[in-house]
């Protein structure tokens, strides 16, 4: 999302938004509002939160943009903003749940027989499959994997893989300590495995 606008462009824009120009505004709704959509949406799985999330988070870049210093990306900025809108929709809703998921997520880990030792091999997996329909269709398998693990797993998941924060930001980020945030994905990366293990072996070595 951070290369939507030219450097030039996007010193336009924020000249543009600085000013109070509304047509800065609507530019930037225009070129970033279906990105940010796309984080909100894949992380809160439900539009109308999606786009509660999405409002907040042009509200909150709004309301900061006298203080954006182009150190990155206006784009890698608002994605930011996004995030954290996204995250503070996803905390009021734990916030009323009161579950993390863990004993739903245990059922998908790995058992062991000994310290260290799988109960049931563990088969490497190989390269994506070359044809394009196999393609489409196991990527397709790991969204809806991905969507089924228990939410404060998905999203640790999400942040650090296809969001990609660092170690250090998801622990920022979900409050918790870096070793925790680490245990986290680990898990949630296991329960994927299994998630998606009938589908990788149907794809053959």
Request: with cysteine; net charge negative.
């Amino acid at each position: 999302m951070g290369t939507l606008l030219t450097r030039d462009e996007e010193a336009e824009l924020v000249a543009e938004l600085k000013a109070g120009s509304a047509r800065g505004y609507e530019r930037l709704v225009r070129t970033f509002g279906p990105a940010m959509r796309a984080v909100t949406r894949r992380m809160l799985k439900n539009d109308e939160d999606a786009d509660d999330a999405l409002q907040e988070a042009f509200l909150a870049a709004f309301r900061a943009i006298e203080r954006f210093e182009a150190r990155s990306a206006l784009g890698t900025w608002l994605h930011r903003i996004a995030v954290n809108a996204a995250l503070m929709k996803l905390r009021a809703r734990q916030a009323r749940g009161r579950e993390d998921g863990s004993e739903e997520l245990e059922e998908l880990l790995p058992r062991f027989v000994g310290l260290g030792v799988f109960a049931s091999a563990q088969r490497a997996w190989g390269e994506l499959p070359e044809d394009p329909l196999a393609r489409k269709e196991l990527c397709g398998a790991v969204r809806a994997a991905i969507e089924s693990l228990p939410e404060p797993y998905r999203v640790a998941l999400l942040l650090r893989d296809i969001e990609e924060l660092s170690n250090e930001e998801l622990a920022e980020a979900l409050g918790v300590t870096v070793n925790a945030a680490k245990i986290r994905v680990h898990r949630a990366r296991q329960a994927l495995r299994t998630l998606l293990e009938p589908r990788i072996a149907e794809l053959g070595p």
